[in-house]
């Protein structure tokens, strides 16, 4: 479906925006994105996966954006270029309404204090909350109900969708985007226990955030005990995500979905934790380490390279089995031992 507000490039000016080679009319204005299968005279396809490549031969789009290997079976207009699935992002950015600058300006239903400090075209929502000593960067939305705490800071280009929360001392680089639900600077988990009874420790740090950060719906990044909770520069997080106090992440590094971080972890740069891993506290990981989904990681590593645990699914019956044998592990360990010693000796 096309929203009202999306604007319309021709193909030439996708192709120079791309620095894709175009074949085809360059005047042939266009609206909007859609797949292979479901794609219009007036919107704009891609095939970035060879799975796709059957529906193909029966395009409709107004313009195609795929490798060039595969430009001879396109029926129509096609922008070439060797990264389709790159092109397929930047694209998808053009024909975004939301991304449309923002006009700027603060709805009479908000509550913002005296000396808070707004950049240039700065949009803030209904219902929202900013507190005294926050400072604003040019361009930034706040969406509507949305709370930013005492002496944060966000940077320009920075968008928060409504009922985000950005607690007391958290500074935000540029072009952040934070989803619906996520909170930002909220307490550590730290209790101390005096035999009976847990006492709280106030969590004195804060929270850092690079530029080009984005944090999914419903995540929660704690603030440092002492020193501050730092996520680096363009470090992607998806929604339901859990990092504790005091964690560091390196730059370009992806958590997808229901990733738990435990306390003071350091999570290196270029590295890739798929959905559901846990990583237990105050570990070490270095670069360019990818971790498969639902894995459990309790030492650091020290290698790059790709790591799993746990087993996938199965039948029950099979499970039950291998459950039962997992149990015997130990023994068959030591008889084993025992067999190989005494094969040596004789």
């Known amino acids: 479906m096309t929203h009202p507000a999306t604007p319309e490039f021709t193909l030439a000016e996708l192709a120079e925006r791309l620095g894709a080679h175009l074949v085809g009319d360059g005047s042939r204005q266009v609206r909007g994105l859609a797949s292979l299968k479901e794609a219009g005279p007036d919107q704009v396809a891609f095939v970035a996966n060879r799975s796709y490549l059957k529906d193909l031969a029966n395009a409709r789009a107004g313009a195609v954006l ?34 449309a600058a923002p006009q700027g300006g603060v709805h009479p239903a908000a509550v913002v204090a005296d000396d808070v400090v707004l950049g240039e075209r700065v949009s803030i929502g209904p219902n929202a909350v900013v507190e005294s000593g926050v400072e604003l960067g040019d361009e930034v939305v706040v969406g509507a109900g ?84 730092v996520i680096g520069n363009d470090v992607k997080i998806d929604s339901q995500v859990q990092i504790a106090h005091n964690v560091r992440i390196g730059d370009h590094t992806a958590l997808a979905g229901c990733v738990g971080i435990a306390g003071s972890t350091k999570v290196g740069r270029n590295c890739m934790l798929g959905g559901g891993v846990g990583l237990s506290g105050h570990l070490t990981i270095c670069d360019g380490v990818q971790v498969t989904g639902m894995s459990l990681v309790t030492n650091s590593i020290h290698e790059p390279g790709v790591y799993s645990s746990g087993t996938g699914a199965m039948t029950n019956a099979q499970w039950r089995k291998n459950a039962v044998r997992f149990k015997q592990l130990d023994d068959m360990a030591r008889r084993l031992s025992r067999l190989e010693k005494r094969s040596q000796e004789g």
Do not use: M
């Open 146 to 229: 949305c709370f930013i705490g005492a002496g944060s800071h966000i940077g320009a280009g920075s968008r928060l969708h409504p009922n985000v929360t950005v607690c007391h001392g958290v500074i935000i680089g540029a072009r952040a985007i934070l989803h619906s639900g996520c909170v930002i600077g909220g307490d550590g988990f730290g209790f101390a226990h005096d035999g009976s009874r847990w006492h709280k420790i106030a969590q004195l740090g804060g929270v850092v955030l690079g530029d080009d950060v984005e944090v999914g719906s419903c995540s929660s990044i704690d603030r440092g005990a002492l020193d501050d909770t």
């Open 66 to 99: 795929l490798h060039p290997e595969h430009a001879a079976a396109c029926p129509v207009a096609r922008l070439e270029l060797a990264n389709p699935y790159l092109g397929y992002a930047h694209l998808s950015q053009l024909f975004d309404p939301i991304l």
